[in-house]
């Protein structure tokens, strides 16, 4: 878990930072920039999803097995402009093969700024 | 429209590059460095959907009303290695306040990596 | 609101009960039949789907506004096959203009059957 | 498939029709009753949902395999009103357990009125 966070780049390029794992719960941080932000001034959708999808991925991988993402649906809520947002990923249900979880992306004022629902797949087993 | 990619900073960090801008369709390339990578080595989900919601914002926002992501659904369908991404937006249906328009993005080969389909909703007017 | 569920004729054809409408949450059953079953003998994802669809409709046409749904996003966990299932709907976020809703679709020993993600639109006032 | 269509009672229930079943593609046709409208007299999003979910339930079970329904992501474009809507089914991509279907659903006019995508899950096989 901590290796594959310490590994993912893109995560790195990001500048997320892993706040806590612990079974069924991930909780990451991601200090906004001027990097992350959109033509428009405020942080571009994709640097949320980022955000999200990440925390999402720590929950999947955080196993035995390893899963990949299949489908997400994610709700776009408010615009993030300053501080630091952070994404919390909890299971909602997970069999052998699936699992579903979801991820609240929230401001330093506790406001939700996204929600993103996940179904992931595992291999093997 | 030039000026909103000219001024998108996240889409800077990511290498993206404007291809296409036409109505009611949009083609964006992002050539895959070590940078989009996440910790298994194949490029990070984040990036796909990033690169797949700035030609969906370019194209919610190619007329004169400002649009905003309401709500993506993406499914990631084969992991993205080396080469270049290309995602193409196209403008399903829109009507004064909600547009609909999906996206694809496809590795250099031609092979859809992703199927994203978004829903903004345009304010004012 | 009581009128709404009153006058909604497929509700009616799939049997559906009104358990509870209060702010912020709706609550409504279906005894599972014959009727509801696909062509594998377990309950059809359009009868778990329109459920769930009408606990999201009672609850955005819940106040003075009203609402259409823009965009729905559901995961289908385990199969329904006898007794009565429930949906519960909540509201996530709602401003003038967008609702988020959520809906959760339980058997009668709570296991959880479908997680159901409802983008709606107020118009007017 | 024949077989599961005929056996299909909800799909019986909401009077569909089976107008084309070939490889990749799958069109299902549904007359509008009083009996598929909701409290605002248009048809109800779990009607024109059943539609196209059971399309998709066709066009993933056309094979030899079985397929699920894992995850569903709907677009409501316009209302339906009378008539007779079509849901047209297209396999998007398939591997050996996992497959991703597109469903328009649409008017007499040819209208588009909702865009549905759906990821199935196949066993065993």
Known sequence: ???YFGNDRFASLLG???LEISPGRVR????ITGNHMNGF???HGG???SLADTAFAQAVNGGEQRGVALEVSISFIRPGKTGALTAEAVEVTRNRR????????SDEEGALLALFKGTAYFKGG
């Open 1 to 3: 878990m901590t290796d």
């Open 16 to 18: 997320l930072e892993l």
């Open 28 to 31: 990451i941080r991601m200090p």
């Open 41 to 43: 001034g405020i942080v």
């Open 47 to 49: 640097a949320i999803f």
């Open 98 to 105: 699936i699992g579903i979880y979801e991820v609240r992306v």
